[in-house]
């Protein structure tokens, strides 16, 4: 592909998810439904998916961000639900969708079949979650999603590989299935123990923030390679390398953390932007290598599968909820209840993404000299379910929870609880300081030992600013109107500056070095928003 394609490609995208966050529709989808428009523009550049980028490139560093952000502890209380769904479901929506595919097709041998189930098996690792958040659902719903999301693809992998290697007549066996399924998964999951802790060594080592984040940057290249070349899930390995190095953060000096989290989530803006527009790019691809299928006879089989991979998650999601519970007292001591609408959100967030058609887009055109069978109906039918998920579940899902009134995540709760952890945590600060203080190699003015003391007592008091009443005139507590006063104060002073610079009284490594002090002043003064 030509640099200028590329370059519109990503521009575009980004433009789609900027213009995304002011509507009430969520990026994915509007990026899928601009990526299907373009596709019938005159001239437009063939973007056709390439398998040998989007898995080991693109692929590893968004699962890498997805695990960075996650919960090692919750995924740890909730890693009964989260494997029943990530290897369970997979294996289930494997058989189970390619069993009924093999019905519906007249032309998909039973093989051919499974190779579909395993591609359109795993639900996408982005837009379920990012619907989630934006909704504010429960803690749990949201862990147990991206928990999901995070494995599931390593498992579907290993199974498209069964699938297709049963295809071209390696004559595997359920039992060799499951041999190299355990072996990729036990490898995989090898691969990154191994690696996680030289490589936070490496960055705790490593003193200066420009080259802790170029390693960050190549951590999960280096990890899904050194597994995908001894044959391990190179998805499990990225995983748990991620895991524990988001889980151990805290670790790395202030620098590094800010640093990594702008550069990070800028890398996955632009990836997760620019996958999903290409999803709906793939159309003329698909449609032009389909072949003599009439359009009634198309839509019935994509119907089809469509409705079978929607039901078997249902079929599998409500018995992996309600069985270990009914079974086990251990897992009702363990566990919170639920009732049936978590179940039910659970399963509708079910859409498919990139992996689905990348893997889908790996099959190989012909086997040992004769032609895959049914390659461009397999390719077709991941399509129309990969795009059919995201509109019909991703348009749906908000207002179904609406519906079905998921409680959502309790913003005074979670705010009382973060006021708490930081009164905890100032009075440890204040009698270190005190500690400090009471050595005389430590001695300070009063004037500056009191300002120690005035910065923590103003950061243990925000929080709680947060709870009290609202200003009658701005809505604002008295937290929220501080900081804007303070951003007030920075904005003049940032003038000034420009302004003297601009006289020539100061040069502009000066300015510069002015207006960073005053940038790490605004964002300690401001708590990100999302």
Known sequence: ??????????????????????????????????GLAASYVPGCPDYTLDPHVVLPLILPPLLHTAALESSYLDLRANLRPVALLSVGYVLFATVT???????????????????????????????????ARRLGLPNRITTILQGESLVNDATAIT?????????????????????????????????????????????????????????????????????????????????????????????????????EAAVWKVVAFVLESAVFALIGLQLPYVVRELGPYGAGELAGYAAGVFAAVVVMR???????????????QRVREREPGVNWTAPVVVGWAGMRGVVSLAVAFSIPVATD??????????????????????????????????????PGRDARAETLAEAQAQSEASRAAEARLDELLADGANALPGPLAE??????????????????TANAVTGESADDTYRRLSREMISAEREVFVRLRDERRIDDEMMRTLLRRLDLEEAAAYREED
């Open 1 to 34: 592909m030509d640099a200028l394609p590329l370059v519109v490609l990503v521009a575009a995208s980004a433009a789609v998810a900027g213009a995304a966050r002011r509507t009430p529709v969520p990026a994915p989808l509007l990026l899928v439904a601009a």
């Open 369 to 406: 000299g004769e032609p895959f069978p049914a390659r461009n109906l397999v390719l077709f039918l991941t399509f129309t379910t990969v795009i059919g998920t995201l509109v019909v579940q991703g348009l749906t899902l908000p207002p179904l929870i609406r519906l079905l009134k998921v």
């Open 451 to 468: 300002r120690l003391r005035t910065v923590l007592e103003r950061r243990r008091n925000a929080v709680w600013e947060r709870l009290g």
């Open 159 to 259: 199974a498209y590989k069964v699938a297709l290697a049963a295809v071209v007549g390696e004559g595997v066996s359920w039992a060799g299935g499951i041999r190299e399924f355990g072996l990729a998964a036990v490898g995989g999951i090898g691969v990154g123990l191994v690696l996680m802790v030289p490589l936070h060594w490496l960055r705790r080592c490593l003193k200066e923030a420009l080259l802790q984040n170029t390693l960050s940057l190549l951590v999960p290249f280096v990890a899904y390679a050194a597994a995908e070349q001894v044959g391990a899930s190179g998805v499990l390995a990225v995983v748990v390398v991620g895991l524990y190095l988001g889980h151990r953060s805290w670790q790395v000096d202030f620098a590094t953390r800010l640093q």
């Open 97 to 131: 969708v390619g069993y009924l595919a093999f019905l519906l097709v007249p032309d998909l041998p039973l093989t051919a079949a499974l190779v579909l189930g395993a591609v359109v098996a795993p639900p996408d690792a982005v837009a379920a979650t990012a619907i």
């Open 314 to 328: 249902f079929v599998w999601v409500f018995p992996a909820t309600f069985l270990p519970r009914a079974l086990s």
